[in-house]
């Protein structure tokens, strides 16, 4: 289960030296401090929850709806509002504020985002299909699918078929990452390796529930 999470924006990768002098790549992602606008409870709202916002946005601009949840509340009006699911809100009340401090380096965590959006593409390309010959009179037809469906019974393709379409811009997690640094005062998270998404992303960091903490 989820115990701690945060929401932080993909900067980019670079890479960074370990204590043995060898080269780690990393993705940066920005952490601004979150803070707490509602809690649900599993008594109150029939799950546990936080809701929680970041950043900073005049209360004229948003709607009246919006800017009364945050008065409401009497915290600060942000730019969004994102709820992260935990197994225990205990600890958690409104108008508290999360930083990147709550994940320490050497931590295994998995990561939540919106792949990049690849366009329209062909079965090869978005289910590795493997095409078909380019002999014996096959003739213009080396990346298509081949046969989709069956005849008269039942007259149709049936749902999930692998076939071309919009590939990427989905949900993706990532699991098992590993946090090389945490940096408070930058508001910065470093994670070993690649995390999904484009350039200014949103990225939501939860503690592995494969392998746990450490």
Same mark, same amino acid.
């Not at 060898?22 to 809690?39: C, I, N, Y």
């Not at 965590?109 to 593409?121: L, Q």
């Given at each position: 289960?989820?115990?701690k ?5 993909? +900067? ?18 920005? +952490?601004?401090?979150?803070r ?6 599993q008594e ?12 900073s ?10 800017? *009364? ?32 401090? +709550? ?7 998995d990561?939540?985002a ?7 593409? *062909? ?12 002999t ?7 990346r ?8 008269a ?20 997690t ?10 408070v005062?930058?508001n910065?998270?470093? +994670? ?7 350039? *200014?992303?949103s ?6 529930v494969?392998k746990?903490? *450490?």
């Amino acid at each position: 289960m989820t115990k701690k999470a945060i929401i932080g924006q993909k +900067v980019g990768m670079t890479q960074v030296w370990d204590d043995n002098n060898k080269v780690v790549p990393v993705t940066v992602l920005e +952490v601004a401090p979150l803070r707490v606008v509602s809690v649900k409870t599993q008594e109150a709202n029939g799950y546990q929850a936080i809701q929680v916002t970041s950043g900073s946005v005049d209360a004229d601009k948003l709607t009246k709806p919006e800017a *009364g949840h945050f008065e409401k509340a009497g915290v600060e009006a942000g730019e969004s509002l994102m709820e992260l699911r935990l197994e225990d809100v205990s600890e958690y009340e409104v108008g508290q504020e999360i930083t990147c401090e +709550v994940f320490e380096a050497g931590e295994i965590i998995d990561v939540t985002a919106t792949s990049k959006g690849k366009g329209f593409a *062909g079965v090869m390309k978005r289910h590795n299909f493997a095409g078909q010959r380019a002999t014996h009179g096959a003739h213009l037809v080396h990346r298509m699918p081949g046969s989709v469906g069956q005849c008269a019974t039942p007259a149709r393709i049936f749902k999930g078929k692998k076939m071309a379409g919009r590939m990427g811009g989905e949900q993706v997690t990532t699991q098992n990452l590993e946090v090389v640094r945490s940096d408070v005062e930058k508001n910065m998270v470093l +994670v070993k390796g690649s995390v999904p998404g484009p350039k *200014g992303g949103s990225v939501v960091i939860r503690n592995a529930v494969k392998k746990g903490e *450490g």
